[in-house]
């Protein structure tokens, strides 16, 4: 069974605007002008079980308001949707107990009750039993490292440790696909680090299909085999990531620092035949070297001629690919 | 299923406990509230013996017994459910497996709970120490007073519910929750009981549930009603209680879909 299977996926929003002025004020109570919003634009997407799926986008994208509807929030105005072989909204009570959410910036833990009795509210309210329950809950309190503040009240603990927290209630009843929207907002490296790993760990034990939004890119690729990116409530890119970075990455580019000065026409008349733009003058150059083009090949067309003192190889990061792509659109490029 | 809401009542209850400057301060306010009420009606008196067929003896019953009555089934439920719907916490709870209103109430139950057992019951001794209240000794009287009282924790939380559910519809609803407080005390019965309103008004207030929050509990126990009224007022709090159903569930179905999410 697919874990998430939306045909059309669509929602939206009614925005009531207010006129301005006093007049406008006294207008507005006998009749309000609105606009609908359309937040997310028949989406397909399509999720197998066992899947890491990192879906990003820029703020507003409709990332949200997405996973509101894939959770059961939000109702969608068009379109069929599928998750655990649940329609989320309308099977709303059996259809949560199959899916664990975490909301970076949200709490869903009680905020004057210790830890320990959050997780055991949680207990009866998915009715886990209880020797399933206090093994699970050991595991997960080992490999969270949270032993140490189980008996403090939420509000008390760090921004790291709650969210360390927030993971084991999402997961203490065992669902077979996890949500996570921004986990690691705020966090630092370590943690993020730690968060990471366990989800990691999670997937592979127990094949949790897991679907994270994130605007930290570092997470979706220490994590995600597959990207999904949003764009004004379109999806606009779905497949891996080295495709991504294959397809709208610039390739690499060389830096060098010469010793002696050279124009920009010798050196372009030496990597005559190579893929690649040369840029600079007098001792410094940079070489944008098109996908396909070696490093060694430039070199050995240079080195007979010129003396290198140092030189850099730069790779466009996933964060400067995602960047070009919201800026520019993914038009210009398909 | 009921362990689960259970479970609620428990964790409701502990929360209480951490808040208990709160609670305190809640002692000394409703402490003031049977002082005042209890002179203001020994001052309306004066020397009369009785106002439509009310004892002075009666009528002071009838102000402790409602006032420590209201301890037990007042709650902020509807100002809860505002709050969450503004700050958008509600979507946390519709990720959970449990019913979001019927767990509201149960939460409003666990904290009528722990006032019930740490301030009414004992505020109740202390205010018969103090007033000359007359509570009635009998077994069955004490029963048909906790049966009705729960009717009216229930009808008084639907209330609440069907307040706090407007935010959906009008994001700020501070106004409409303070009137709606002020006119509950009114018209339940509370601060005059009913049978002292005018006639025109008594009939009014016959064909609203209010009367079922306060008046008919506290009537039951300071006056001692014939068996055949007692029922009669359950009756009627029964009625009140389904009908009220019905505009919680349209709402809240509605209120479903129409939901925006405040705040990302």
Redesign the interface.
């Known amino acids: 069974m697919r874990s998430i299977e939306a045909k059309g996926l669509t929602k939206d ?1 009614k925005v009531y605007q207010s006129r301005s002025g006093l007049k406008g004020a006294f207008r507005d109570l006998l009749n309000r002008k609105y606009r609908m919003i359309r937040a997310v634009d028949h989406i397909n997407l399509s999720i197998e079980q066992g899947e890491i799926v990192g879906y990003i986008g820029e703020n507003g994208a409709g990332k ?1 308001t997405t996973i ?1 509807m894939l ?5 969608p105005t068009s379109g069929t949707l599928q998750v655990n072989g649940y329609d989320p ?1 309308r099977e ?3 259809f ?2 199959t ?1 664990g ?1 975490v ?1 970076g ?4 833990l ?1 905020w ?2 210790a830890v320990r ?1 959050s997780f ?2 949680l207990k ?4 886990i039993p209880d020797d399933s329950y206090r093994q699970h809950l050991d595991r997960l309190v080992e490999v969270l490292e949270i032993g140490s503040f189980l008996d403090q ?1 939420v509000r008390k603990l760090s921004l790291g440790q709650r969210m360390r927290c927030e993971l084991a209630a999402a997961l203490l009843h065992r669902p077979r696909l996890l949500f996570l929207d921004e986990p690691t907002i705020g966090l630092d490296v370590l943690v993020k680090e730690n968060i990471r790993h366990f989800l990691k760990q999670v997937n592979k034990e127990y094949g949790t299909t897991i679907l994270l939004t994130t605007h930290d890119l570092s997470d979706i690729e220490a994590l995600c085999s597959r990207v999904v990116m949003l764009d004004q409530g379109k999806i606009i890119y779905d497949g891996d990531l080295e495709r991504l970075r294959s397809q709208w990455g610039d390739g690499r580019r060389l830096i060098l620092e010469l010793k002696d000065e050279i124009s920009l026409s010798a050196l372009n008349e030496r990597s005559h035949g190579l893929a690649l733009r040369w840029e600079g003058e007098g001792t410094r150059f940079v070489a944008h070297m098109e996908n396909g083009t070696g490093v060694s090949d430039v070199l050995s067309r240079l080195v007979p001629a010129v003396t290198v003192r140092e030189m850099k190889i730069e790779e466009a990061t996933t964060e400067d690919i995602v960047r070009r792509i919201y800026r520019e659109g993914i038009t210009h490029h398909a | 299923m009921l362990n689960t809401y259970m479970e609620l009542v428990r964790i409701r209850f502990l929360m209480m406990l951490a808040y208990r400057v709160k609670y305190y301060s809640g002692i000394i306010i409703y402490s003031l509230n049977i002082g005042v009420y209890y002179f203001l009606w020994m001052a309306i008196y004066g020397e009369n013996s009785s106002l439509n067929g009310t004892t002075p003896v009666q009528m002071a019953t009838y102000v402790a017994v409602a006032w420590m009555s209201r301890a037990f089934y007042f709650n902020n439920l509807d100002r809860e459910i505002a709050a969450e719907i503004r700050d958008g916490t509600v979507a946390i709870q519709l990720i959970r497996p449990y019913h979001y209103i019927l767990v509201k109430c149960f939460q409003g139950l666990g904290e009528g709970i722990f006032r019930l057992l740490l301030f009414s019951a004992p505020g109740l001794f202390l205010v018969s120490l103090v007033f000359p209240i007359q509570l009635p000794t009998g077994v069955e009287d004490w029963g048909w007073f906790v049966l009705s009282l729960v009717f009216a924790f229930v009808i008084n939380s639907q209330v609440n519910v069907i307040t706090g559910l407007m935010a959906f519809f009008i994001m700020n609803n501070t106004g409409l929750i303070r009137g709606k407080r002020v006119l509950v005390d009114l018209l339940s019965g509370l601060l005059i009981p009913i049978h002292l309103f005018p006639e025109w008004a008594g009939k009014i207030l016959a064909f609203l549930p209010f009367q079922g929050i306060s008046y008919m509990p506290s009537t039951i126990l300071s006056r001692g009603l014939p068996t055949s009224e007692i029922i009669q007022f359950l009756g009627i709090q029964m009625l009140w209680l389904i009908l009220l159903l019905i505009p919680i569930q349209l709402l809240w179905m509605t209120a479903r879909r129409r939901l925006i999410v405040q705040g990302g």
Request: glycine residues 4%; aromatic residues 12%; proline residues 3%.
């Open positions: 929003f949200s509101k959770t059961g929030i939000l109702e909204h709303r009570e059996q949560v107990r899916i959410v909301f910036q949200r709490s869903q009680w004057d009750i009795e055991r509210l009866k309210l998915y009715r009240p």
